[in-house]
């Protein structure tokens, strides 16, 4: 079984500023896929950004770059210049790659409340 | 441009009644999956189905009985509620394309068991 493990509960910073969420996981998988999704308050869960396993570049959305550290089992995500829209939860998650191309279901970490300062 | 749909929103129910809660996706996805959050947790897999006629048990699914009806459609059954089944429910479906390995989410259904 995988663990996600999301160090950080809360966080805060000031708009326009750098941030970078935690996120170790365990696995002895060595196919699978990594995922950060933010939810805001209105509970809708939005992809921020994906990384397969095994690619070793790191994966970048806009303003979104993740940290691969696969050797380290490690998972951050840095967010550039913050807006006030980046309130809200961050979640990091696990997905093997399941046999025949299938997947199975995400392994979730308990979140990271992120707040943005005006 | 609907994408995942659940049904209802908001329930509220009394200890030892029964519901469905439905889950419609019309991306044509093979892989379909139901989730629950409860307060400061993260979403836990209750079960999930990787193609019409096919469904395998989560992390909970103790309480729980899925029906994946069709391609479109993977419902989510409480036979007798139970105060502890208290949560938000997602409802989720991933194309499972290498490409496209992402899981859509619905927007979610607050259940209180009272």
């Known amino acids: 079984a995988q663990t996600v493990t999301q160090s950080q509960p809360e966080m805060s910073v000031q708009e326009a500023e750098t941030v970078t969420l935690s996120c170790t996981y365990d696995?002895?998988?060595?196919?699978?896929?990594l995922f950060w999704y933010k939810q805001p308050p209105s509970r809708q869960m939005i992809l921020v950004i994906r990384q397969e396993a095994y690619k070793q570049q790191n994966a970048t959305e806009n303003r979104f770059s993740v940290n691969f550290q696969k050797a380290a089992k490690s998972f951050s995500l840095k967010i550039s210049d913050s807006q006030l829209g980046d309130t809200a939860m961050y979640f990091c998650?696990?997905?093997?790659?399941?046999?025949?191309?299938?997947?199975?279901?995400?392994?979730f970490g308990k979140g990271t409340h992120l707040i943005i300062q005006p | 441009n609907a994408g995942v749909t659940q049904t209802p929103k908001f329930q509220v129910l009394k200890t030892g009644q029964s519901m469905t809660l439905q889950c419609a996706q019309d991306m044509n996805h093979n892989s379909m999956y139901w989730y629950r959050q409860d307060p400061g947790m993260g979403l836990r897999l209750i079960y999930y189905s990787a193609s019409e006629g096919t469904t395998d048990k989560g992390e909970v699914p103790n309480g729980y009985n899925v029906s994946r009806l069709n391609k479109r459609e993977f419902s989510l059954r409480l036979e007798s509620a139970a105060p502890s089944q208290t949560s938000v429910y997602f409802c989720?479906?991933?194309?499972?394309?290498?490409?496209?390995?992402?899981?859509?989410f619905g927007a979610g259904t607050r259940l209180s068991v009272l």
């Open positions: 696995t002895s998988e060595s196919n699978y896929y």
């Open positions: 989720a479906s991933n194309p499972e394309t290498r490409a496209k390995n992402i899981q859509y």
């Open positions: 998650a696990f997905m093997k790659h399941g046999s025949g191309g299938g997947a199975d279901g995400l392994t």
